[in-house]
């Protein structure tokens, strides 16, 4: 199982961006998707995550308002737009699978994780 994430960059504080993140069909249509970060010297922790059908989200505080996640099942691609950016988002970012179709924080219900994709946030 391989999830394909992409996006991450350098950019100044209140800027954008969009990570993308591509697993096959097979894999994530009916499971649910996240997206945690983990800063250096820091642990990894939850950021957004969305059901299997998309209907419901949920966010950390310290992202809500900010970022939005969504995903496409067609094609499998879970997405993480990213707005405000503040130094403090620094991190690498890992998109994941979940066990189940609902959305989840939990790291303990994670399946698969993909390999990261750094975003650093200049101030």
């Known amino acids: 199982v391989q999830l394909q994430a992409s996006g991450g960059g350098l950019v100044q504080a209140g800027g954008s961006l969009s990570l993308s993140c591509t697993t096959s069909?097979?894999?994530?249509?009916?499971?649910?998707m996240a997206w945690f970060r983990q800063a250096s010297g820091k642990e990894r922790e939850f950021v957004a995550s969305?059901?299997?059908?998309?209907?419901?989200?949920y966010y950390a505080d310290s992202v809500k308002g900010r970022f939005t996640i969504s995903r496409d099942r067609v094609s499998g691609t879970a997405y993480l737009q990213m707005n405000s950016l503040a130094p403090e988002d620094t991190a690498v970012y890992y998109c994941?699978?979940?066990?189940?179709?609902?959305?989840?924080?939990?790291?303990?219900?994670?399946?698969?994780w993909g390999q990261g994709t750094r975003v650093t946030v200049s101030s």
């Open positions: 994941a699978v979940s066990r189940y179709a609902q959305a989840t924080s939990a790291i303990s219900a994670i399946a698969y």
């Open positions: 969305i059901s299997w059908n998309g209907d419901r989200t």
């Open positions: 069909k097979r894999t994530s249509s009916n499971n649910g």
